[in-house]
């Protein structure tokens, strides 16, 4: 009797195992459980039938890809199901194929909403998914899909891969039939674009310089083969690290320049004529229009009879974080080819050797954003910035004490406009507010600046709740590139029922940048 129940049992577990992709190892680990399990008890035996043979031929059962499909509709759609549990899924019916892939959806009245995409369901015969809130339905790839029900949703267009025999939808959506040519001709449009995004992106300033810095200070953290442990450590640290990156910002902008300089148009230009009451000329360029050039009356013309001589030295400004075309540099070729001192352009400049301004400059000189300016003895020139302790993204966190303990967050929008809210906390008085800083460098470590803001009062005691009007004026010191003193007066205007007058206070405080 236990013979040929053993005998049955192997035949039954042959036939699962084959059925569900376990091919001839499996049958061969049967066989070999079977002879282990001769002697074993029933209990032991009706175990492994109803335990182990089945996780086995679970693993084997759907597909992978199947099932992603799913996990991604769970995951961002609001479909409630367990993930990675076909077996329970029973919104879904499986062909007989080996995995099992998924023949039909019924997803109606699930709460789903977003976009949902059903590419990879290439066995998808039939999809039901009406009352949800899909505001899209990606079923193109789905080349099997002839069956489709989506009607009460927020759809306004419905992209399909060929015609279906039942095609229900609502009245608003708008139906494109789309081939598989044309899928990959989107595919390969959103891709040029990509490449183009780049591209676009490869030029700005804030590109090359961040390539250009972490390559160079990658090399610079590196221990030297004949240098020191000890040299070594103490070379390398958070402030030498932030000041060598400065120093690497400053090299990067010049080398920024001088690379994109060499391909940016500049057109050509050609001498107009003289303004004897104003003494300009008019420098005619054919890509940026005209220019007026400054030159006395007594040198006009010795600057006409040389001018195929003079040098016409390109200036450049950065501009939206991009290299832009400010002007030229007119004089003596030796006398340009290493000028003394770079300058800036100017809107009315005063001799001849500075370089002329348009009658409507194409650009205006701005800083780059994040690098420091440096002067140097390249001919090309850029517009300088003042070396602030805050720069243009920074953020700062800080404690500090006015009427009590309180924290202070900060953002700068840009190297002067600084955004702050800090609340103060006492045991009977709080409050938060939000200030605008206007910062005004005096030099490398020190600020000042005025702010302005408003905030609410929450009192304890008899004076009540009430808004503020804070006006006050600051000092930023620069303790080290990360730490920085910070020490606030100024007056808080408060009113509501019961009081209304004006408040003196002190703020010291102790930042951190990062």
Request: hydrophobic content about 35%; some cysteine; aromatic content about 10%.
């Amino acid at each position: 009797m236990k013979q040929r129940f053993l005998k049955h049992l192997t035949e039954k577990a042959t036939e699962v195992f084959t059925s569900n992709g376990c091919g001839s190892g499996g049958v061969a680990k049967i066989k070999k459980i079977t002879k282990i399990i001769l002697n074993a008890p029933i209990v032991f035996i009706v175990l492994i039938v109803l335990v182990v043979i089945p996780q086995k031929a679970q693993a084997q059962k759907y597909s992978p890809e199947d099932v992603a499909v799913i996990n991604a509709l769970i995951a961002n759609n609001g479909l409630i199901a367990t993930p990675n549990d076909p077996a329970s899924w029973n919104f879904a019916k499986w062909n007989n194929e080996n995995p099992k892939r998924i023949r039909h959806l019924k997803l109606n009245n699930r709460n789903m909403y977003g976009a949902a995409s059903f590419a990879g369901l290439t066995r998808l015969e039939s999809l039901e998914c009406r009352n949800n809130n899909l505001s899209d339905l990606d079923v193109s790839q789905c080349e099997k899909l002839h069956w489709l029900k989506c009607k009460n949703n927020q759809l306004t267009e419905l992209y399909v891969s060929r015609s279906m025999s039942m095609l229900k939808y609502d009245k608003n959506v708008k139906l494109k039939l789309i081939t598989q040519s044309e899928i990959e001709e989107i595919e390969r449009i959103e891709k040029e674009i990509q490449r183009i995004q780049r591209e676009k992106e490869s030029e700005t300033l804030s590109y090359f310089a961040q390539n250009y810095v972490e390559q160079e200070i990658t090399k610079w953290e590196q221990k030297g083969e004949f240098e020191k442990t000890a040299d070594w450590q103490g070379r390398v640290n958070e402030e030498s690290r932030q000041a060598k990156m400065n120093e690497l910002r400053s090299i990067a902008l010049r080398a920024f320049i001088a690379d994109r300089s060499r391909t940016m148009p500049i057109g050509n230009i050609t001498l107009g004529t003289y303004d004897a009451d104003r003494e300009v000329f008019l420098i005619k360029n054919d890509i940026y229009g005209d220019w007026l050039a400054p030159v006395p009356i007594d040198e006009a013309p010795s600057f006409r009879a040389n001018w195929n001589n003079i040098a016409k030295t390109p200036q450049w400004v950065i501009h939206n974080d991009r290299l832009a075309f400010a002007g030229y540099k007119f004089g003596d070729k030796d006398s340009t080819a290493q000028p003394k001192q770079p300058e800036q352009p100017k809107e009315t400049p005063q001799r001849p050797e500075q370089p002329t301004q348009p009658k409507e400059p194409p650009v205006k000189s701005e800083p780059a954003a994040d690098v420091p300016s440096t002067k140097g003895t390249e001919s090309t020139e850029v517009a300088e910035e003042n070396d602030f302790i805050f720069r243009k993204g920074d953020m700062a966190i800080s404690v500090l004490y006015s009427d009590g303990i309180g924290a202070k967050f900060s953002y700068n929008i840009t190297a002067h406009n600084r955004l702050a809210g800090e609340f103060i906390y006492d045991a009977f008085v709080q409050y938060l507010i939000v200030n605008w800083d206007y910062l005004m460098s005096v030099g490398k470590r020190v600020s000042l600046y005025p702010s302005v803001g408003l905030g609410y009062r929450m009192d304890n005691s008899f004076v009540g709740n009430s808004f503020m009007i804070d006006i006050d004026g600051g000092i930023d010191i620069s303790i080290s590139p990360k730490v920085i003193l910070n020490c606030k007066l100024g007056v808080k205007y408060i009113a509501n029922d019961l009081i209304e007058g004006i408040m003196f206070n002190f703020a010291p405080a102790l930042s951190y940048k990062f």
